[in-house]
T-cell receptor, first 116, second 114 residues
Framework: SAVISQKPSRDICQRGTSLTIQCQVD?????MFWYRQQPGQSLTLIAT?????????ESGFVIDKFPISRPNLTFSTLTVSNMSPEDSSIYLC?????????????FGEGSRLTVL | AQSVAQPEDQVNVAEGNPLTVKCTYS??????LFWYVQYPNRGLQFLLK??????LVKGSYGFEAEFNKSQTSFHLKKPSALVSDSALYFC????????????FGAGTRLFVKA
């Protein structure tokens, strides 16, 4: 298993500003992901955070809007840039602790962003 | 493309009664299937998974799920519901042909009434 800490747990932001969310894992992990959970909806994968290289983004998500860093195997950041009210969501950091794709994901408690 | 359907937005059950939360999936290859639970203001917690082998898998908190390949279903079940089981449940699928991308269903809210 893995223990994942996310900061901030919640924030209220002004339109046009940017916010960086931090994700710290208590052990080294290969796979790290960022998901978005909009109010009352399911989880949508934003990107896979790759250590030492650029993140891999899913369709509909771009690096300019959601820049991601992954400096080592225990830490990642997601920035939500130039925010609008449509970006109000819970952002979840997730990790896979096995190198094979049979493993389950572990999630942080999420960062709830409200954009005014 | 992978997809997951949870046909019920909400399931209501009385405490002590059996519960079922439905899930169907679509993948191009063989599936890896997962159930997660989300309590209010918390992240998702893993409940159980099907990778291969026995179609009935058992997981945390007394939950189990049955993999049915012909019906492409993976319904979550529990013989006797508890009020504390009230939460949001997500079914998820991953394609075994490669990659770690996990697709989640829309979620089913379970209400267990005392």
């Amino acid at each position: 298993s893995a223990v994942i800490s996310q900061k901030p747990s919640r924030d209220i932001c002004q339109r046009g500003t940017s916010l960086t969310i931090q994700c710290q894992v208590d052990s080294q992990v290969t796979m790290m992901f960022w998901y978005r959970q909009q109010p009352g909806q399911s989880l949508t994968l934003i990107a896979t955070a790759n250590q030492g290289s650029e993140a891999t983004y899913e369709s509909g998500f771009v690096i300019d809007k959601f820049p991601i860093s992954r400096p080592n195997l225990t830490f990642s950041t997601l920035t939500v840039s130039n925010m609008s009210p449509e970006d109000s969501s819970i952002y979840l950091c997730s990790v896979g602790t096995r190198d094979t794709n049979t493993g389950e994901l572990f999630f942080g408690e999420g960062s709830r962003l409200t954009v005014l | 493309a992978q997809s997951v359907a949870q046909p019920e937005d909400q399931v209501n059950v009385a405490e002590g009664n059996p519960l079922t939360v439905k899930c169907t999936y679509s993948v191009s290859g063989n599936p890896y299937l997962f159930w997660y639970v989300q309590y209010p203001n918390r992240g998702l917690q893993f409940l159980l998974k099907y990778i291969t082998g026995d179609n009935l898998v058992k997981g945390s908190y007394g939950f189990e799920a049955e993999f049915n390949k012909s019906q492409t279903s993976f319904h979550l079940k529990k013989p006797s519901a508890l009020v504390s089981d009230s939460a949001l449940y997500f079914c998820a699928v991953r394609d075994t042909t490669g990659g770690f991308k996990t697709i989640f269903g829309a979620g089913t809210r379970l209400f267990v009434k005392a």
